[in-house]
């Protein structure tokens, strides 16, 4: 409301177990479903990192209806010495730490440096470049392409989309091995 992310405040200490997560009742309403490329029936869901832009084709589960689903979730927590930071660069690492290579379409306010997030970005650089519109879910790159993907566009978008992880190469010209 006030403008301000409070996702990196959250602490560690929560509580876990099946009594403190979340719970969700779903109705599919399979007799009414909509058109898709798969033929199944059911919600797809994805539990990633809340500074991560959601990438459905790469990371989605399957909930089929009429079914209990549990998703158990374990977070793994690495670190880097401030030693090992500044002794390895970042083409020596293989990777960047959060703020030395700034994503351009997605702000750290909000997001934080990650393979998702790179791979997201590069594949939104290249729906900018190739359709020469901007998605409507996600409008920072209005400057650049002022029209919002509709009609032969946005079949361009969700061919971009629907490769995720092909397009390497981010605007500030970060390049994924």
Same mark, same amino acid.
Request: aromatic share 10%; proline share 6%; with cysteine.
């Given at each position: ?6 996702? #990196? =405040?959250?602490?560690? @200490?929560? !509580? ?5 997560? &979340?719970?969700?009742? %779903?109705?599919?309403? $399979? ?5 898709? #490329? =798969?033929?199944?029936? @059911?919600? !797809? ?5 809340? &500074?991560?832009?959601? %990438?459905?084709?790469? $990371? ?118």
């Amino acid at each position: 409301i006030d403008g301000v992310s409070r996702t #990196r =405040q959250i602490k560690p @200490g929560d !509580k876990v177990g099946k009594v403190n997560g &979340l719970v969700l009742l %779903l109705d599919a309403q $399979t007799f009414d479903y909509t058109m898709n #490329r =798969q033929a199944s029936e @059911g919600f !797809k869901i994805t539990v990633n990192h809340h &500074l991560d832009q959601p %990438l459905m084709s790469m $990371t989605e589960l399957d909930i089929t209806p009429g079914f209990e689903t549990q998703v158990a979730v374990t977070p793994v927590i690495y670190t880097t010495s401030n030693a090992a930071r500044k002794r390895f660069t970042p083409d020596q690492r293989g990777c960047y730490f959060d703020h030395e290579r700034p994503l351009t379409y997605l702000p750290s306010k909000w997001y934080r440096y990650s393979i998702n997030n790179c791979l997201f970005e590069a594949s939104y650089e290249k729906i900018l470049e190739e359709c020469h519109c901007t998605p409507f879910f996600h409008t920072l790159g209005i400057a650049k392409c002022p029209r919002i993907c509709n009609g032969a566009s946005l079949l361009c978008m969700n061919k971009i989309l629907d490769q995720v992880g092909s397009w390497l190469k981010t605007p500030i010209g970060i390049t994924m091995n």
